[in-house]
């Protein structure tokens, strides 16, 4: 009986060492982790060099900076298009820098990705727009039925699923990009300068619904220029500069970079 008590309490431990170094750390809340992240490309300085960032589950953050601060390759490096120089990378449990090739699609299906240019398919319509997210994951046709109408409601297209993605604004183009990347439920949420092509109003209405997504327990990340709407929905805001971060600010604003 001793000899399988500590069989058990080895095993146990080895567990608990197996979730530490996945970067799960069992119980943490934390749903990304980089710690002392550097990207480096062939020519130039690091895209990013040294960056340490932790977000919960359920948080909104904004990521924010100029061009060539590194938002971009972080972005990438959390989609795992990339890999990092050196650091380490956890979401959703997944170790980024060791993961295997072929578990890299079930990684991305709790991942939703919403990007500024919208990528519809320009000949199917709004339903099959999003039931394509559907049947990449082999979902069931019943299901697609059920979920495909019930996530169109959410953003307010539920009279357009008809309609082809020309005779769509630019606002309710993103919003069938965003019910697209909410229909397999995505833990996470990134999106990628979702207002860059739309007008102030409709950019508004694109911020407002992220915002109920989140309250409804997604986490979601927001790489934007958009000054007045950083400043005016005082979340978390991650300012980017030359491939570090420049500040952190749990309730912040849009940082002008004056170099």
Avoid: C
Wanted: proline share 3%.
């Amino acid at each position: 009986m001793n000899t399988k008590i500590r069989v058990v309490e080895r095993l146990a431990k080895s567990e608990v060492r197996g979730r530490r170094r996945r970067g799960t750390q069992g119980g943490s809340d934390e749903i990304i982790t980089l710690n002392n992240v550097s990207k480096a490309y062939a020519t130039g300085a690091p895209a990013l060099n040294g960056v340490s960032l932790h977000i919960k589950k359920g948080e909104f953050v904004f990521i924010v900076g100029d061009s060539g601060s590194g938002k971009s390759t972080m972005i990438k490096l959390l989609l795992r298009e990339l890999v990092p120089t050196s650091g380490e990378i956890n979401v959703m449990g997944y170790d980024l820098v060791r993961i295997r090739h072929r578990k890299i699609p079930k990684f991305r299906r709790n991942l939703g990705i919403v990007f500024q240019d919208f990528r519809l398919l320009k000949d199917r319509n709004v339903y099959e727009n999003v039931a394509f997210a559907q049947r990449i994951i082999q979902m069931p046709n019943k299901d697609i039925k059920r979920n495909v109408p019930s996530i169109l409601a959410t953003v307010g297209l539920a009279g357009k699923y008809k309609a082809k993605p020309r005779q769509l604004s630019g606002g309710e183009q993103q919003r069938v990009a965003i019910a697209r990347a909410l229909v397999n439920r995505p833990s996470i949420l990134l999106a990628d300068e979702p207002t860059g092509n739309l007008d102030p109003k409709n950019s508004w209405e694109i911020m407002k619904l992220l915002e109920q997504i989140n309250e409804n327990g997604t986490t979601v990340l927001v790489v934007t220029h958009n000054r007045e709407i950083v400043n005016a929905m005082q979340k978390r805001v991650v300012t980017m500069k030359k491939g570090v971060i420049a500040s952190d600010e749990e309730k912040g604003g849009y940082i002008d970079d004056e170099d």
